[in-house]
């Protein structure tokens, strides 16, 4: 049974087809990227699964249940940190605690522990904006973990940091993940970062977006840190040229 199972999934917003007849999957631990053109519907599809929208037709499953309007099967962590100007930073991790009813002080009691494997010990007391880009990344993803949640969502997460630390991110998120193996779905534009970070791939097509191609990554974790294998090399290539054929480059 797989922890996330969509089927035939279609989607029109304000009169515009943005998915089309949608099918894709997510073992339970496992780590599936979803690359496509720009503005062809990525983050539309994670609007789906937050309730943010309902699709036209199809079904959405986790762990084969259906999904409801009502349904917390996700955590999701958007292209920005989002955390709060005014909340110290502990108290931006608990936020989506706080919202599920858990009283403060035992919010802050249950992640407090989490700050050292998140390379944030020692800036609980902090505000975000004293804290690198980075930093706010690495207490957003935490905000997004704690909340136990079947499946994570990340929707370009590393998109607004510069190159380096983007890639110091990329390689912190996957030891971390290598540590929990969280059922995960990253939306992202950049095709080393999937292919360094997931199990699976799926590209879709221009809008009105459907699935044109699936790829299994080969070779062995941790990725990042290492040369990249040849076969890693190969499958850059190939999704480069999947995505070129649907922007007309």
Known sequence: MSALDIANVSLTLGGTPVLDDVSLH??????????GPSGCGKSSLFRLLTGAVSPD????????????PKSQAFAFMPQRDALMPWRRIIDN?????????????AARAQVAPLFAAFGLRGFERHYPAQLSGGMRQRAALL???VQDRAVQLLDEPFGALDALTRAEMQGWLEQRWLGGHWTTVLVTHDVREAVALSD???????????IIAEFAVPGPRP??????????VELEAQLLDTLLTQTGD
């Open 223 to 232: 990725r990042l840190g290492r040369a990249p294998l040849a076969e890693a």
């Open 200 to 210: 699976r791939i799926y590209v879709l097509s221009r809008r009105p977006a459907r």
């Open 143 to 145: 905000r997004t973990i």
């Open 26 to 35: 997510v073992a339970a631990g496992e780590f599936v990227s979803i690359l």
């Open 57 to 68: 037709c199809g079904r959405i499953k986790v762990d084969g249940v259906p999904l409801s």
């Open 93 to 105: 991790v608990i936020l989506g605690l706080e919202v599920q009813g858990m009283d403060r002080a």
